[in-house]
């Protein structure tokens, strides 16, 4: 199957090709779409967590826009059907992303890079999946961060500059409460599996960043901080605040024809990726 997105140049447009899979975990098959841009072999491997408040969304719901991702970083991309709250709680929808990491890598082979994000509660699963990644010494290329929420407090003042736009303090401390359980969750070997990566004390040697928020955004605040903290670690980020931009923007439209795919959040984010993790790619 393929869906129609326009060239990085806006004067044509590319299939990106996408096909179903089943991913093995030990839960059972977590189910995912891969989208893989152009006819040339991709840059590197994403695994992309959906958006939701980690109790909606799917691959499905969010085909467009990660197939335009795909398109912008040249990465495969592999969306994940995570299992959703309140079916499941955390660290269910962590596991499910590290599975599909797993996944992707037996397929990407040695050479290419193999990066992990999300939007919005996606993007904290993304932060979660990576910090598993250092503490196993997996490597990782990149993780690329659209506004995720990171405070189950929900304490920081863009929650209350904004409190009448989306994702609300109250709606957000709802939908935590839903996703967490108590206790310090890890994995079979001993790995630590953090619901929110404000809950290691130690960020040093974790992925790169890519990161991305509104000034409108409620959550803004909380990425920001979680930018300066990795930096302070040592950590390589690079952190883009949209202008007028709320929360969910990576699900906006895109740039409209012969426009800079930059102009987007999500052609952002995809550029970035680029840049990042294959600068030989882009001539950087």
Do not use: K
């Amino acid at each position: 199957m393929a869906t129609p997105t326009h060239s990085a140049a806006g004067n044509s447009r590319v299939a990106v090709r996408w096909e179903q899979a089943r991913i093995p975990s030990p839960s059972g098959p977590v189910p995912a779409r891969v989208y893989r841009p152009g006819a040339s072999a991709p840059h590197g491997w994403l695994v992309w967590a959906h958006g939701g408040s980690w109790r909606a969304g799917s691959a499905q719901d969010w085909h467009g826009p990660t197939a335009e991702l795909a398109q912008s970083s040249g990465f495969a991309v592999v969306s994940v059907d995570y299992r959703l709250a309140p079916e499941v709680r955390h660290p269910a929808m962590v596991e499910d992303v590290l599975s599909a990491l797993a996944w992707v890598r037996e397929r990407a082979g040695a050479t290419a890079p193999v990066a992990v994000g999300g939007d919005s509660a996606g993007a904290t699963l993304a932060a979660c999946a990576a910090l598993a990644c250092r503490d196993r010494a997996l490597p990782l290329a990149a993780q690329v961060l659209a506004y995720p929420p990171l405070d189950p407090g929900c304490t920081s003042a863009s929650y209350h500059r904004f409190p009448d736009m989306f994702p609300t303090a109250s709606y957000l401390t709802a939908a935590w409460q839903d996703y967490r359980q108590p206790g310090r969750p890890v994995a079979a070997d001993g790995t630590r599996l953090y619901s929110t990566p404000f809950e290691a004390s130690d960020l040093r040697g974790v992925a790169s960043a890519v990161m991305a928020t509104g000034d409108l955004d409620p959550v803004g605040d909380d990425v920001h901080h979680y930018g300066r903290l990795l930096r302070a670690a040592g950590v390589e980020v690079a952190l883009r605040e949209f202008p007028e931009t709320g929360h969910g923007a990576f699900l906006q439209p895109g740039r409209p024809t012969g426009g800079h795919p930059a102009v987007s959040l999500r052609g952002w984010l995809g550029l970035a990726l680029q840049l990042l993790a294959t600068p030989d790619a882009t001539g950087a």
